[in-house]
Structures are given as C-alpha cells and as structure tokens.
C-alpha cells in the first residue's frame, strides 16, 4: 500500500511550529549576541527553584501543568536541582508521584467539571456527544499517549471528556509519562551538569522510547483497521 501525503492541515501545523523555533533562535541569538549571560540566567533559576525546596516544586510540577503549563520545564530541571541533594532515585521517585497526581486532577476537571457543562452545550446545538465503546477504552487510551503533537494537558483533558475509566486512564497515563519523565529527568540533568556521555545515553533513551511508542501506535492501527475489516455489514446482514 503506498503511503500517503501529509494533510493540508498537518503541513500548515508543522510550518508554524518550525517558524516559532526559528524566531525563538533567532531572539535567543540576538540576547546572547547583546551580552546576555545565559548561563548564569540559568543557574540563578536553578538556585532560585533550589532553595523553594522539593515540597513546592513537585507541588508546581502536580498542579501547573494539569492547567496548561508545560510540563519540560519540570523535568528538564528535576535533576540537577535535586539530585545532589536528594540523589536521583528519590528524584525520579517524586517525578513519578507529581506526574501521577498531575494526570488525575487534570482527568477530574476534565471528566466531572468541564464535561457536564460542555455536554449540555453540545445537546443545546443539537448535537450528541461523542462515545467511546467499552472495548476501545485501552487502545484508545494509548494511542493517545504515544502519539506525537498533542500537548501532554490535552491528552489528559481529552480522555477525561472521553469517560475512558479512571482505572485505565491512570494505569496508561502514569506508565507513559512516568517513562518519559524519567529519560528527560536523566537527560536535563546530565545536559545541564555537562556530561557528554551521560547525554547521549539520555538522548538514546528519548530516541527508543520514540520508536517504541511508533511500532506500538502502528500496531494497534493495523489492529483496528483489521477489526473493521473482519466486523460484518449490517446492511448484509439484515439482507441475509
């Protein structure tokens, strides 16, 4: 089967994304070029987010990005910020905890505050809400965790107003986030402290995560294009 062509929508979605990278070089360019000492910025905020201590900053990395905050910049930092300290297996313990209560407060918002309202919004125009069949929930829940392009958030605020079961919902959300929290605590900490060897193993560790997740999304679509294939006609079968 040949492949198909990009859609319209996803090369204009690729093009602005590349164009807020190039400005955002081109700025930082410019600042460095104008004397700004990076570095430094860098470290004052690392020391700044030291000295608030595990307790607020794995609270921020639970609450903020369960409301649109991105979530790198926790897990970029976790590691050079705490490691010395706390040293890194308690670290990636703790990512693992605030990245587990980050997923379920954004599925409670989702689920049983925003979608209520949304619903009776969408019944108003005349339309039903959307469902996801009971068989679906896992493969459902997965695909959208390894597919690239929605942010970690809108995941989480998707499968909430989906009603895939908590059960499910955190069993995926937890294992997904928490591998790929883990690869990028190892790899800030080790970018941030200059060790090249340790950064190449963080970067071969996003990189497998990356081709695992794509086998895995083109299995289960392969799974499911079977599934519709073999799934009978009820035309047909009323006929029969």
Partial sequence: MESQAPAPKSK???????AVLVVLAGIGGVAVLKG???RGLI???LAMMREAGPLVFFGGMAVLPAVGMPLSPFTLSAGSIFGP???????????WLALAVNVLITYVLARWIARPWLEKLVLRFGYRWPQVPADEYWDVAILLRVTPGPPFFLQSAILGLAQVPLRVYMIVSVIVS???GTAFVMFG???????????MLGIGGIAALSVGTHLLRRHLGKKKA???????????????
């Fill in 36 to 38: 700004l000492d990076v």
């Fill in 178 to 180: 928490g591998l790929y």
């Fill in 226 to 240: 079977a599934a519709a294939v073999t799934q009978p006609d009820p035309a047909t079968e009323s006929t029969g």
């Fill in 43 to 45: 470290d004052q905020t």
């Fill in 12 to 18: 204009k979605g690729l093009l602005i994304k590349l």
């Fill in 189 to 199: 900490e080790a970018l941030l402290a200059g060790k090249g060897r340790m950064v």
């Fill in 85 to 95: 300290t706390l040293g890194m297996p308690l670290v990636l313990v703790f990512t």
